[in-house]
């Protein structure tokens, strides 16, 4: 790479001196076609490098199956929903009667009101816990075993499928006849070993190409090559072997498995992932992307350097565009906005896995608040709200979207709409039409973030989800520190209540606090 800067900066100094020098074509072609070898070579080592780690991975294939039995799925903690609380608002003061002669006086414009100031009482501060839950940033996805951008591309055929409404395209190999001779050690290392060559290059290129085009988050990508893969081969072991090498190839931590006559691809998370069983090898909790079995023979096989799968959303996905019905949302404090939805967008959500970090299933939050939220919604939304608060103090514009979030959305329970516990996305929020504590507060923390500018962090009751924000001016009310910083508490679920109010019942010596 140093070379390949160097020989770059070279050619632009010469481009400068082309009037002054009657050879500078011959110069420059000179040049040209040794940095045309040179990318040419480079690739030459990167291809070789990959067919040799692919060998040795082949060969290891032979000798390294062993038979696991999956762990029971880990079910979410169920808790008993506390039910939202409607704040009694101070009875406000009598409105003077005007006199005769102030008949004629022109009235006061109407000022969309906002929410009344808290009660004065002394605020109560909430004492901040030792394991403040954290949840590591997102890491980059990861890289393939060797670069593939400046390969010449051999002949292929590309395939296409929709993928959430969107059609995604991969090459494969002209008169591309991939076939498993069967299931046993060797027949599936000599099977990789033919994955292996450089005409199967093109679709591993494709493959990534297609994760950046789409902003794919690595649960994305994963099930964008199954459904390339079976558009391919069909739903059989052909599609499921070409999805563990593609994977692998993109640099995750794969691994193959099989129960006698089915292959299954088992990937390895950086999150526990709720409600699905899981096979632990070497340490290492492997989840199957494609079907579900008690026992499993699994191939150890390994790469240098393989990541884990993360199922943080690292900026919103860019499916095609499909409207989903609208709803309008309108506050009690004057807000009223028709949001529309991507359609592909929330689909993609419904089927995305819960899951937490570490030992905490309270991380899984995390999660969903620091998902971007879509520019569909965003160019309609956020222009509405944005002109409704303009001009307010940083409290009274936090006021206005915490009434928003309070009464703009109808509360009802999990376990009555669905059947069981599950948190929205942002996004799933603006769509459905029920919404309880988590997912108000979810909402809230990602619109007070984009909107104001102001930090949040989420606040956890046994069986209740809130906030607290952090502001950068004087707000009296309930608070917590935390990092020397004060945040001062935001109810989504606590109807009407304003700015530094905790919902009755909360025991704060219980709270505690995820940061975002």
Known sequence: MKHFLCLVVAMGITAGLA??????????????????QFVEESQAKFDTFRKQQNERYAEFMQNSWEKFNASPAVKPKEEKPLPPVVYKEPSPAPTPQPKEDDAKVTPAPDVTPVPAPAPKVEPKVIPVKKDVITVPKPTPAPKPIAPVESEPELPYSPCSTSFYGTTVSVGFPKNDGFKLSGLSEKQLANAWKQLSSEQYNVSLKHALAMRDQLALCDWGYAKMLQAVSEKKYGKTNEAVFMQAFLLSQSGYKVRL???????????????????????TVEGVKFYPLNGKSNQLKICKAAFDNEKLLSLQLRQPQKLAQTSAPQRTRKSKYGIKVSVPVNQNLIDFFDEYPSAYIGNNSMTRWAVYANTPLDETAKKTLYPELR?????????????????????????????????????????????YPYADCEDRSILFSRLVRDLMGLDVVLLYYPGHLATAVCFTEDVKGDYLIYKNKKYIVCDPTYINAPVGSTMPGMNNAEVQVVVL
């Not at 072609?29 to 040794?34: I, L, S």
């Not at 703009?408 to 929020?429: I, L, M, N, Q, S």
């Open 257 to 279: 498995a099989t129960d006698a006559d089915r292959l299954y691809v088992l990937v390895a998370s950086e999150y526990n992932i709720l409600s699905v069983p899981y096979f």
């Open 19 to 36: 009037a002054q020098s009657p050879s500078f074509e011959d110069f420059n072609k000179k040049y040209g076609d040794r940095f045309n």
């Open 387 to 431: 002109k409704s608060i303009s001009g307010y103090s940083q409290r009274d514009a936090v006021n206005k979207i915490l009434n928003f979030v309070q009464t703009a959305f109808e509360y009802e329970y999990d376990d009555k709409v669905w059947g069981c516990d599950r948190a929205f996305f942002a996004e799933e929020t603006l769509h």
